[in-house]
């Protein structure tokens, strides 16, 4: 297993593994296709960030970083493939997330 950093070719991660959740736990709100949709204008832009943990070449899940203000960042978005739940692999990209956050001071 790997964590990785965004990059645009990963956008359609993001979104299919954040609807596939919305769709089995919750509904699927307009903001949340819009949001999902365009990770870099909603996301990376104002100055947050996208994970993906990947094992090989497939990535399994995927964490956000939503930039609130200056310093203070809300966890979001996160979601893991049903295949690959209960194997820590969530784990491994919340502790990978949080501590980027605490190195960049981050709250």
Do not use: R
């Not at 699927?28 to 993906?52: A, C, R, S």
């Not at 497939?58 to 049903?82: H, Q, R, S, Y």
């Amino acid at each position: 297993m790997e964590i990785i950093s965004y990059q645009p070719q990963y956008a359609i991660y993001f979104k299919e593994l954040n609807i596939a959740w919305l769709k089995k736990y919750f509904w699927i709100e307009p903001h949340d296709e819009e949001v999902l949709g365009n990770p870099e204008k909603y996301i990376i832009e104002p100055g947050g960030t996208i994970f993906f943990v990947k094992d090989a070449e497939k990535i399994i899940g995927c964490v956000a970083l939503m930039k609130i203000e200056d310093g203070v960042f809300e966890l979001t978005k996160m979601a893991v493939i049903p295949e690959y739940q209960g194997k820590k692999n969530g784990k491994k990209l919340m502790d990978n997330t949080l501590d980027v956050a605490k190195k960049q001071g981050w709250e």
